[in-house]
């Protein structure tokens, strides 16, 4: 077992993220103690009964007293309260983190709480299922994915980033650092958008009443039933997510809304040549996210066939 890279570890919040942080952790010897709480009583209860976490505490605050380092593994809306309230007990030199998908609101709702004497250091790792709780969570979640390391400001200690980055490599990551505001951005190309779109899509066809409920169901091609998978994703995250990144996601819809228009016109005048360019790019961006290891090009989007 590799040497520590903290000596105690605490995740607040014990859904995917932090469950995979924990297995991940423990994979690699890279934390000596992980303390875990979440708020829900259920959920802690379920943590102890699998073993998710060294020591279970019944608050917040408990279990971040004493910690190296903190990662705050709940939704963006509620990460400024749990930073006051933990905010008392924080060890002098301890490292503050997150996983939130929004930065730039969560350096505005966190940074004001943290005393002069602890390092923060956002940071997004860019894993997930569609699952949630701490049953979800499993050790290879961060293998070849990114984590993207976003200091708080110009300020923030060097040697607490490069750390915080070691110990994202150690669980299997590739790491980056980015500004707070571009991170938005891009998450918001990425991810937010495409989230946004495939609730949409799930959700016309379910206004559509000319296709039953049935054939929604039984006839779903795949491209249909991958927005399913990507809008069964947590309600509580995707709210907060959109409500923080307002602006980002706004000009992106704004751009997607101005290329839907254009598709839109190319199909109502047969303009085929427009359509077959327009979906050859878009190919090109598929076969790159394939050949940096992003995906697979398994059929089925790397799932595999189902067992009878």
């Given at each position: 077992m590799s040497q520590p890279i903290y000596d105690?570890?605490?995740?607040?919040?014990?859904?995917?993220?932090?469950?995979?942080?924990?297995?991940?952790?423990?994979?690699?010897?890279?934390?000596?103690?992980?303390?875990?709480?979440?708020?829900?009583?259920?959920?802690?209860?379920?943590?102890?009964?699998?073993?998710?976490?060294?020591?279970?505490?019944?608050?917040?605050?408990?279990?971040?007293?004493?910690?190296?380092?903190?990662?705050?593994?709940?939704?963006?809306?509620?990460?400024?309260?749990?930073?006051?309230?933990?905010?008392?007990?924080?060890?002098?030199?301890?490292?503050?983190?997150?996983?939130?998908?929004?930065?730039?609101?969560?350096?505005?709702?966190?940074?004001?709480?943290?005393?002069?004497?602890?390092?923060?250091?956002?940071?997004?790792?860019?894993?997930g299922t569609e699952h949630s709780g701490p049953e979800s969570g499993f050790a290879e979640l961060y293998d070849n994915r990114w984590c993207i390391i976003v200091p708080a400001d110009e300020t923030t200690d060097h040697d607490a980033v490069r750390r915080l980055e070691t110990l994202w490599q150690g669980?299997?990551?590739?790491?980056?650092?980015?500004?707070?505001?571009h991170h938005d951005l891009v998450l918001a190309v990425t991810s937010h958008a495409p989230h946004l779109i495939a609730y949409t899509m799930v959700g016309v066809a379910d206004d559509l009443r000319r296709v039953t409920d049935s054939e929604v169901i039984k006839y779903s091609a795949a491209g249909f039933r991958d927005f399913t998978r990507i809008a069964a994703s947590d309600p509580t995250m995707w709210r907060d997510v959109f409500l923080n990144n307002k602006d980002a996601t706004l000009e992106i819809l704004g751009r997607f809304t101005e290329e839907l228009f254009a598709l839109q016109r190319a199909i109502r005048t047969g303009d085929g040549d427009q359509l077959f360019d327009y979906f050859t790019r878009t190919r090109d961006i598929r076969r790159g996210i394939i050949e940096a290891g992003q995906d697979t090009d398994a059929p089925d989007f790397g799932r595999g066939a189902k067992k009878p």
């Open positions: 105690r570890v605490a995740l607040i919040g014990l859904g995917l993220i932090a469950s995979s942080m924990f297995w991940a952790m423990k994979r690699g010897g890279l934390a000596g103690e992980v303390t875990g709480y979440a708020r829900s009583q259920a959920t802690r209860d379920k943590a102890r009964e699998i073993g998710l976490c060294d020591r279970v505490c019944d608050s917040a605050s408990e279990a971040a007293e004493g910690a190296d380092l903190v990662v705050l593994c709940v939704p963006v809306g509620a990460m400024g309260g749990v930073a006051k309230e933990i905010a008392p007990v924080l060890k002098p030199g301890a490292t503050i983190s997150d996983v939130g998908s929004v930065k730039r609101s969560v350096i505005r709702a966190v940074a004001p709480h943290l005393p002069d004497d602890v390092h923060f250091v956002p940071a997004h790792p860019l894993a669980m299997g990551a590739n790491t980056d650092e980015m500004d707070a505001d």
